[in-house]
Nanobody, 125 residues
Framework: LSAAAGVWGGSVQPGGSLRLSCAAP????????IFWFREVSGKEREAVSC????????IYPDSVKGRFTVSRDKAKNAVFLQMNDLKSEDTAVYYC??????????????????WGKGTQVTVSS
């Protein structure tokens, strides 16, 4: 599948904001729950959000709750992750992935379809 994930900014100071995008050219994302994951070298991947097919169902871990917001625009066949009040510990490679279900399951990796190579987000002063 052809897919891409992007970010506006990539590098930001603590307290700043970034917006990540997830798109999959040639693939319709509308029917699947979509997760955002992040990975740091030496650590297990962490799910930072899930959004259901309808967009109504959303879940976040405590580590980002209140700071990150996921949304989707079906007209653009895209999903976005708005990241606010960024902290140095948010530094990681972020990527999106589609689940086989329409609703969000637990914040864990279920062997989902990963899209793109990931985007490096660096938060530093």
């Amino acid at each position: 599948l052809s897919a891409a994930a992007g970010v506006w900014g990539g590098s930001v100071q603590p307290g700043g904001s970034l917006r990540l995008s997830c798109a999959a050219p040639g693939f319709n994302l509308d029917y699947y729950a979509i997760f955002w994951f992040r990975e740091v070298s030496g650590k297990e991947r962490e799910a930072v959000s899930c959004i259901s097919s309808s967009g109504a169902g959303q879940i976040y871990p405590d580590s980002v709750k209140g700071r990150f917001t996921v949304s989707r625009d079906k007209a653009k066949n895209a999903v976005f992750l708005q990241m606010n009040d960024l902290k140095s510990e948010d530094t990681a490679v972020y990527y999106c992935a589609t689940d086989e279900t329409s609703n969000c399951r637990a914040l864990r990796y279920f062997g989902m379809q990963r899209w793109g190579k990931g985007t490096q987000v660096t938060v530093s002063s």
